[in-house]
């Protein structure tokens, strides 16, 4: 006789470290952002960056650096990504749903925190395309206001539509009624938004690197000569962008530090290779 055992089926397979997809927006052709679930053991200071991935055809974690774009207090881990077309991860990233998972490994470590700078004024964020993740996470942070009174966002991307991620959380913040019940009605002016293009025609336009040393930014929004004395600042891009940027703060008489050794401005890759 056989028996006719119910089939009980197999629990999902979990990978290690997994996290499930929570949201996913695409923004450009290029561009998407998502959200997971966060670990419960992690902690992380705003502007820090973990590895993320998904299994290989092979088995083995296809694993790459992301900026978290989301504060430490949220419940959720943001992030913010590009699609690189046959990229080894993002090729397949970019087709995540709401209920997948991905792995997360739990280390975050990474340069642009706001102990790495020496107490000022105003805090500066220099960042092309996606780096932007990490002050998305920092411009969230309450921290940041505590210890600056001023903070000006300098985005700069090829094209306006790939603005549009940043300018809507900056957007957010401003109309942020628990901001502006921190600090006051006039929040809006203490951060403050420099977007500008490269390759399209827009209200601003330009480098960072030319809009810092003509000058331009600070007509632009009103704002005194950079000083080591009043600015900070941290650099988020492509290894050219970084060098380039830090060459323009090491002459206004910045220097560059670090979570050991904080001073005036802090650098990080936004990814390895030559990019745009
Ligand atoms: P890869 O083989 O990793 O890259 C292929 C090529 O694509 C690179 O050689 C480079 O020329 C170009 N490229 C890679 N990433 C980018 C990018 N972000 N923007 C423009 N060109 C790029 N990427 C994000 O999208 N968001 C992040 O928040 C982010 N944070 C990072 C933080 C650190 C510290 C570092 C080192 C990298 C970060 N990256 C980030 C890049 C990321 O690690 C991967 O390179 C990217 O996800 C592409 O992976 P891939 O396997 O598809 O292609």
């Known amino acids: 006789?056989?028996?006719d055992l119910p089939v009980t089926e197999a629990p999902a397979k979990t990978l290690?470290?997994?996290?499930?997809?929570t949201e996913v927006k695409h923004w450009t052709d290029s561009l998407f952002?998502?959200?997971?679930?966060?670990?419960?053991s992690?902690?992380?200071?705003s502007g820090e960056f973990v590895m993320i991935g998904l299994p290989g055809d092979n088995g083995k974690p296809i694993l790459r650096a992301y900026?978290?774009?989301?504060?430490n207090w949220d419940d959720e881990l943001e992030f913010y990504s590009i699609k690189v077309p046959d990229g080894p991860l993002t090729s397949r990233l970019q087709h995540i749903k709401p209920g997948d998972q991905i792995i997360l490994r739990p280390k975050p470590v990474g340069t642009l925190v706001l102990d790495a700078l020496l107490p000022g004024k105003r805090l500066w964020f220099l960042a092309t395309g996606t780096g932007i993740a990490p002050f998305a996470s920092l411009m969230r942070d309450p921290e940041t206001y505590e210890r600056y009174e001023q903070v000006v966002m300098m985005h700069t991307c090829r094209?306006?539509?790939?603005?549009?991620?940043?300018?809507?959380?900056?957007d957010n913040l401003r109309h942020d009624p628990l901001l502006a019940e921190m600090y006051g009605e006039d929040?809006?002016?203490?951060?403050?938004y420099y977007p500008t293009t490269t390759r399209e025609q827009s209200p601003f336009m330009g480098r960072i690197t030319d809009n810092l040393t003509s000058g331009k930014v600070l007509t632009d929004l009103n704002l005194p000569p950079i000083s080591p004395e009043t600015d900070r600042a941290m650099i988020c891009g492509s290894l050219a962008f970084n060098v380039d940027v830090k060459a323009v703060l090491e002459g206004f008489g910045l220097h560059e530090g670090a979570n050991s050794d904080p001073r005036e401005f802090v650098v990080e890759k936004a990814f390895v290779g030559e990019g745009v």
């Not at 290690?16 to 997809?21: H, N």
């Not at 952002?33 to 419960?40: E, H, I, L």
């Not at 900026?67 to 504060?71: E, K, L, R, Y």
């Open 1 to 3: 006789m056989t028996l």
């Open 67 to 71: 900026s978290i774009a989301s504060p």
């Open 33 to 40: 952002s998502f959200r997971v679930t966060r670990p419960a």
């Open 16 to 21: 290690p470290d997994a996290q499930t997809v």
């Open 42 to 45: 992690l902690r992380f200071r």
């Open 159 to 170: 094209t306006a539509e790939e603005l549009v991620y940043g300018a809507e959380l900056v």
């Open 187 to 192: 929040f809006a002016k203490r951060l403050l």
